[in-house]
């Protein structure tokens, strides 16, 4: 007596998830310092100083009613009058308060406008490979059908020619995802201008505009001067999904926005129909304390230097074993190729040496894993053993 | 562009939300204490004293990235097992951390319970008038039906006979939410023996279990000894819906709870539904340092006498000016029936006297309007000139 469809969202639990609690489980057999869990993408750099200052003070010099009341639905007013200025300030995004709505992180942003924006059971969402699983399951929850472009395994970067053979007359939106979870890779301002002219031109020909959704977590995380560039500046019919999770390194409080900017084609029935998904699912507001605590850190960022460093220390030992890892420029992933086609059974074997490294199947990308390196560097170095130990089975 | 659904919700702002709005541009223009508001379910009494001291020593005690990671889907397995504990403590509930599911807020665990145990379009919800508004926008979220039962308006208590007509072969659940917003009603142990009984020889009938979610914000607010059940004491197939927004006076920082008892049949597949609807909706995880301030506050209660003493000046003083009021047990509404069949009319009339008072033809109970009391005693003092100025235009 329950949705077959919930069952089986609810019991297949994410490779991530399974790879975790596997780990956690070993952990208590054989030490943790003898475990190396590469497997989740849950930020290892504190908060910056101004999250805790800023709940204090918040706390200490607001009545407990104004601190925890209800916002209105979109957020705080003031909060999102902050976030216009600092976006305007930052990328001249000539945003107001009122493109902005509040939401319980990337993937309610998510949700959200997907649901906003899907009109009918046949409207296709194109996913760029490799993508973030869960995108799946967001696009399904909407009521629409993915699309999925293959990986391009020469750059990870976008295939443009598979692209304009993936859009058809039932194309509603694409979504793009850089800096990228898994690859590490981050589009260039060319990439996002060629993008443009094929959405503009498969816009006109299909006869209605064809939406890029951002989803921008990783923004701010970004390698050797890798470019942070406002995407509707290119692609006008651009929705940005924000979250905070990565940048103030604040996943579990679960704090973000969608941004509809006015050169977005109907941009107030876009915002209003946000709206209207958002109360659907019963969001009801972004958790009240953190909508105020992102206002006070607003430019703040989580110490990135620390995963620069991890990224260096893992991609040139890996490199040097000779793993055939992609060079990440953004995010907190090395994405490697498994040196035999089943990643899964690759994965498997590093699990015996208690490596936990995630096979990219269902990121639509079969023949790799992803190793997330946001944890500590010891860790790091002190799994170069086993990682040694696991390529020399293929040497 | 956009779903025709989600743009009618986006811009259907809700009476009360209207309403309050209008308070907010009058305050500028009258003066503040002019404007009586009392459209709005936000707490006025502020959070306990444990909220504030929980959050600054879990920032001061805790590592950053513990204090802020992502939990489990499920909420932080040490959250759930306090919860499990206190819920045997204080009520012989007899759960375990793994019947818990951890939420943003009541509107969540609402939607989130409906998607998971909703199968099909037939599949009717039935709501007892009068109710929550947003519950018609859940059920359609789910894709049901709703069937309204019509409201008793001598006791605004449980129609038995009525009830009983309502449910068809594709009834799936019936949501009940006492204390009740908006009649301030709350339901007998002797009500709950009765419902069961009727709910288990028409399941019997029908030839499958139906569900009763028990949408419980306002459980421990009522008044003058009036109970608080747990409801699968009474009836087996109970899933409970909790939130901490009234409790703690937590409105905006959207922490609850659904609640599987194992005595629900197929209790486990029905919990896994419930994991699998809250992924789909981009949920992630309910925010987590409110979890674990919950945990340090579990048993606490934010002060409710402050209610209790606006409950009796609300309700003796407009007793005596001839208002016909239903006597609240629970919650923080009076609810008043208007002295003119159309209530919208009614409130109309109130608002030009600055009174602001939502008719409850979205609750499913034309005729009557809903007074939060949940404001400052000396606007309750101040506003009954007008609401005396009110009854005589109909004297």
Chains 1, 2 share one sequence.
Do not use: W
Request: proline share 6%; aromatic share 10%; hydrophobic share 40%.
């Amino acid at each position: 007596m329950a949705s077959q469809e919930m069952i089986a969202l609810g019991s297949q639990a994410s490779v991530i998830r399974d790879l975790f609690a596997y780990g956690q489980q070993q952990a208590a057999i054989v030490g943790k310092e003898n475990v190396f869990d590469f497997s989740i993408g849950n930020p290892s750099v504190p908060a910056p100083a101004c999250v805790k200052e800023s709940i204090k003070h918040l706390l200490d010099t607001r009545e407990s009613v104004a601190v925890h009341g209800y916002t209105a639905a979109a957020g705080d007013s003031a909060v999102r009058q902050g976030l216009a200025e600092y976006m305007n300030r930052t990328y001249d995004a000539g945003v107001k308060a009122d493109n902005f709505y509040m939401t319980c992180g990337a993937a309610a942003s998510l949700t959200i406008t997907l649901k906003a924006i899907v009109e009918t059971p046949d409207d296709e969402i194109v996913l760029i490979a490799p993508f973030f699983p869960e995108y799946t399951v967001f696009v399904h929850n909407a009521g629409a059908k993915e699309v999925i472009l293959p990986p391009d395994t020469e750059h990870f970067q976008l295939s443009l020619t598979a692209l304009e053979q993936a859009i058809t007359p039932h194309t509603r939106a694409v979504i793009v995802n850089s800096p990228n979870n898994p690859a590490g890779t981050v589009y260039s301002a060319d990439t996002y201008t060629k993008l443009a002219a094929l959405l503009n031109k498969k816009s006109a020909e299909i006869g209605h505009p064809i939406y890029l959704i951002s989803d921008e977590p990783y923004r701010e995380i970004v390698y050797d001067g890798a470019p942070i560039l406002y995407v509707p500046k290119f692609y006008a019919n651009t929705i940005i999904c924000y979250s905070y999770s990565k940048s103030l390194s604040l996943p579990g409080e679960r704090i973000g926005y969608i941004l509809v900017p006015d050169c977005v084609s109907d941009a107030k029935t876009v915002y209003t129909a946000v709206c209207g998904a958002g109360r659907s699912m019963g969001f009801v507001c972004a958790p009240h304390l953190f909508q105020d605590v992102i206002l006070q850190c607003l430019g703040q960022l989580s110490d990135i230097n620390l995963y620069d460093a991890n990224r260096k220390l893992l991609y040139n030992g890996l490199k040097d074993m000779g793993y055939d890892c992609v060079y990440p420029s953004g995010a907190f992933y090395l994405f490697v190729k498994s040196p035999e086609p089943d990643a899964k059974a690759f994965s498997d074997k590093a699990k015996q040496l208690n490596l936990l490294i995630v096979p990219a199947d269902s990121f639509g990308c079969p023949g790799y894993v992803r190793i997330s390196y946001c944890v500590d560097p010891d860790m790091i170095r002190r799994s170069f053993a086993a990682f040694k130990q696991l390529i020399q089975q293929y040497q």
